[in-house]
């Protein structure tokens, strides 16, 4: 009967030893994939960071840009109420440029 049960026994063993190697392969795949989701879930946080970034400093640029408009149309309204210089001072400049010595 012991001889009978070796040949047996000694068949068996490969096969044993094949799923014992597809069983690890399996226990690898698992482990890779596990990583890769660690790994997509931290992108996706980095990802979703970088858009809330990019939103505020778009908020930061369309305010700014209108304080640059309300500077501007202030600058506007500056010019068309201010005295213009009087043309004894503009005249008073020119001369002294002309006078001015060349180097």
Known sequence: ???ALCPLLISL?????AQMK???TYELIYEDVQQL???YLRVEKKLDEAATSLK???DQIR???SQFKLFQTDQVGRRRTSSPCPSSTR????SWRRSK???
């Open 37 to 39: 989701k660690q790994q």
């Open 101 to 103: 010595p060349s180097f």
């Open 22 to 24: 597809e069983k690890r």
């Open 13 to 17: 063993s490969p096969s044993r030893a």
């Open 91 to 94: 005249s008073s400049w020119r």
């Open 56 to 58: 505020l400093l778009g």
């Open 63 to 65: 305010d700014l840009s």
């Open 1 to 3: 009967m012991r001889r």
